[in-house]
Nanobody
């Protein structure tokens, strides 16, 4: 079992920045592929970014060049640096862990409870 807890969400103006954190406890963090997803009201949960055990990363086209995913295997943490935020980035952001890394929800076995990000125009 892996327990995931997100933090760092909040309210920010368009063009601003936020840094989300995901703290993991339980089994060895470095064994897992990690990802960020988000869900806006009335929409499906969608892929944002992933970082593999090898630290290879991938991003959704909508955030590429603005968001950066990273991980700290020593401290069991993952981060999402979000710059140049837009109102359409408003959503609940979830971190996820799984045996592989990818853009599908089925790639992940464990999920956090989410943290709200609101971007005002």
């Amino acid at each position: 079992q892996v327990q995931l807890v997100e933090s760092g969400g909040g309210l920010v103006q368009a063009g601003g920045s936020l840094r989300l954190s995901c703290s993991a406890s339980g089994r060895t963090f470095s064994r897992y592929g990690m990802g960020w997803f988000r869900q806006a009201p009335g929409k499906e949960r969608e892929f944002v970014a992933t970082i593999c055990r090898s630290s290879i990363t991938a991003y959704a086209n909508s955030v590429k060049g603005r968001f950066t995913i990273s991980r700290d295997n020593v401290n069991g943490a993952m981060y999402l640096q979000m710059n140049s935020l837009k109102p359409e980035d408003t959503a609940v952001y979830y971190c996820a862990a799984g045996g592989s890394c990818g853009s599908s929800r089925s790639d992940y076995d464990y999920w956090g409870q989410g943290t709200q990000v609101t971007v005002s125009s």
